[in-house]
């Protein structure tokens, strides 16, 4: 059978569509579907339940009034009764659907105007939900474009199947675009919106770089090299840490290349940004002073549990280890994961001396103990009186110039001194009005107690609902300079792991959790 030229030219219009927006034809024929059954509604009525069918084939287009079959009608447009069913169709039975034909329509103007309204609408959804299934998986690659226009500095790029957005924070500084320009860059987020799928590009984001490396080391790419941390400062300087599996090829030169080919390549895609490309190190100390390059490093002290390290360098080398507006430590820190603080030779010896000093004073004054002891315990490495209480008294004999005796008359006074500083506590923290249950929190000296209830927690719940932050301290940026505020238990060495479980003890104390219901991290508390 011929098929009309008509019908030719529906599936013929369906195929092109489908085409040119990259979606599935049978998606395009079900858009004419609807559209054709909205069309016969407002001819038949829109009380009818119509069912329309557009032959993939022959492009026939053929209409049914749908009727479910019950015992009772109630509603002719959509019921009928079994007996009138059984008549179009003997197997019928109650519950099922009755199709009757009806004869074609022609579209009258408005008709033809909702129903291409109606396709428009179904193919334009279509389209975005193949776009959004496309980049949804390619989030964390590196895609080219061609700017297609650029609005209040914000760069709108067409990748060919889909709309992407730059916003002007993800641009390098100074970096311009005009439309017809290509432009590469990393995508970071891609999010389902009301008004279609929204693909989020960036060039300024850390991933950026180490992807460009990928391209141009084929060692990255094969994962014999594996780029472990990347820190930014957009359009000015960069820190890429990097460690080989072979230990026959040497990571930092397989990124350089030869005379600099790779690394020029990645710096000429990010506008001249200067790249120091660091051997990773499983040590956090030799990957910390690697990191701080070109500085150099003469001695680091590290407190994992507060993932702190104090780091000494030469007088001459303060400037250079700093950075210009503290820009090379920041990177360090943003590499290693360590929050540095750099201290000269002379700063380092002037507060060991001053340590000393201090400590002295406290064992003279704690323990009623002369200069010379004083200064033999400080100088053993004792820093607070409940060290002295507590060590095992044959440990503390040992110490050269201490003996047997001496070392249990020192303990002896160490513990007179905790016992009368821990009443004054006590004696403090009630008149603070800090509730007794707070003073039975696992993890808690009398101090620490002290201290929060200066600090207006006094309660339970008040301690229940602080965050690890406001134990331990943190950092924000106030008019561009990052600056450090101070948390509450800050002074005695509380670690993020330690203010953990400490706000985890007051939570199950106060009943806001039970002991066998997983909780919540504490750093959640404010969110």
């Not at 329509?105 to 408005?110: C, E, L, S």
């Not at 959804?125 to 650029?150: L, M, N, P, S, T």
Request: aromatic share 4%.
């Amino acid at each position: 059978m011929a098929i009309s030229a008509n019908r030719l030219e529906l599936l013929q219009i369906a195929d092109a569509v489908a085409r040119e927006k990259s979606i599935d034809k049978q998606v395009v024929i079900s858009a004419m579907e609807e559209a054709i059954q909205k069309a016969a509604k407002s001819r038949y009525g829109q009380e009818n339940e119509i069912k329309a069918e557009i032959d993939p084939k022959t492009g026939e287009t053929r209409l049914h009034r749908l009727r479910l079959v019950v015992e009772k009608v109630e509603n002719e447009s959509t019921e009928i009764t079994l007996d009138e069913a059984q008549i179009r169709n003997p197997a019928a039975q109650t519950g099922d659907l009755i199709a009757e034909p009806l004869p074609p329509i022609d579209f009258g103007r408005i008709a033809a105007q909702a129903a291409k309204q109606v396709i428009f609408q179904k193919v334009r959804d279509a389209e975005r939900e193949r776009q959004y299934d496309e980049f949804k998986d390619r989030i964390g690659e590196i895609v080219h474009g061609i700017v297609k226009r650029v609005e209040y500095g914000n760069v709108i790029v067409d990748l060919g199947r889909g709309e992407a957005f730059v916003r002007r924070d993800e641009l390098l500084p100074r970096e311009t675009f005009r439309t017809g320009d290509r432009v590469r860059a990393y995508v970071f987020d891609v999010r389902r919106e009301t008004r279609g799928p929204q693909i989020f590009l960036s060039r300024t984001h850390p991933q950026f770089m180490a992807k460009l490396f990928a391209q141009e080391v084929p060692e990255i790419y094969d994962g014999i090299i594996e780029i472990k941390s990347v820190a930014r400062d957009p359009g000015s300087r960069a820190k890429i840490a990097v460690v080989s599996k072979d230990s026959s090829i040497d990571p930092v030169g397989a990124c350089v290349g030869m005379r600099g080919s790779r690394v020029q390549a990645v710096v000429q895609e990010l506008q001249g940004e200067k790249i120091d490309i660091i051997p990773w190190s499983l040590d956090p100390a030799n990957f910390i002073v690697n990191s701080l390059a070109p500085a150099e490093v003469a001695k680091v002290v590290l407190d994992e549990d507060t993932r702190r390290i104090e780091v000494v360098v030469p007088d001459d080398q303060l400037s250079l280890a700093i950075g210009r507006r503290g820009q090379n430590v920041r990177l360090a820190s943003q590499l290693t994961g360590w929050q540095i603080d750099i201290l000269t030779e002379a700063e380092e010896s002037e507060r060991r001396q001053e340590q000393f000093r201090s400590r002295t004073n406290l064992f003279m004054t704690a323990l009623d103990a002369d200069e010379t002891l004083a200064q033999l315990l400080a100088s053993e490495g004792f820093g607070t009186v409940e060290e002295v209480a507590f060590i095992p008294a044959e440990e503390l004999a040992e110490i050269q110039g201490i003996g047997e005796e001496t070392a249990q008359e020192l303990q002896a006074r160490a513990t007179d001194f905790l016992e009368k500083q821990n009443a004054a506590l006590e004696a403090k923290r009630r008149e603070l009005g800090v509730e007794d249950a707070m003073a039975e929190i696992e993890g808690l000296t009398p101090s620490m107690v002290v201290a929060l209830g200066e600090g207006g927690i006094k309660t339970l719940d008040d301690l229940a609902g602080c965050a690890s932050d406001d134990l331990t301290g943190w950092n924000e940026s106030v008019n561009g300079e990052r600056k450090h505020q101070a948390g509450l238990l800050e002074s005695f060495g509380v670690g993020i792991e330690e203010a953990n479980a400490i706000v985890m003890n007051a939570r199950r104390a106060a009943g806001w959790i039970k002991d066998d219901e997983p909780a919540a991290p504490a750093e959640a508390a404010e969110a």
